[in-house]
Nanobody, 119 residues
Framework: QVQLVESGGGLVQAGGSLRLSCKAPRMILSTFWANTKNWYRQAPGKERELVASMSNDDNTDYADSVKDRFTISRDNNKKTIYLQMNSLKPEDTGVYYC??????????WGQGTQVTVSS
């Protein structure tokens, strides 16, 4: 069973930075490479939204609200994806979920990690 393990959330002041990690220890490397890799977030009382995405050929896309502040990246050797979050704002508060979407459309989710940005 595919397992995605997230880490790196926490409490930070506005303007600060956090880096989230999402490791896929049991995923074979070719699958890790082939999947589209995404970070979603869900703020209290709101629907889950896509904030960053990376295709299997490393094309990236970001929600307008996080462009130029967040960066998605990957380390194939560690089978890990990252979300570097800079210049954090209180509206970035929420639970962040990593997601792998296979070429056949299967979705795999991390357990979620809480990010709280204080003003």
């Amino acid at each position: 069973q595919v397992q995605l393990v997230e880490s790196g959330g926490g409490l930070v002041q506005a303007g600060g930075s956090l880096r989230l990690s999402c490791k896929a220890p049991r995923m074979i490397l070719s699958t890790f490479w082939a999947n589209t890799k995404n970070w979603y977030r869900q703020a209290p009382g709101k629907e889950r939204e896509l904030v960053a995405s990376m295709s299997n050929d490393d094309n990236t896309d970001y929600a307008d609200s996080v462009k130029d502040r967040f960066t998605i990246s990957r380390d194939n050797n560690k089978k890990t994806i990252y979300l570097q979050m800079n210049s954090l704002k209180p509206e970035d508060t929420g639970v962040y979920y990593c997601n792998h979407r296979s070429p056949t459309g299967s979705d795999y989710w991390g357990q979620g990690t809480q990010v709280t940005v204080s003003s």
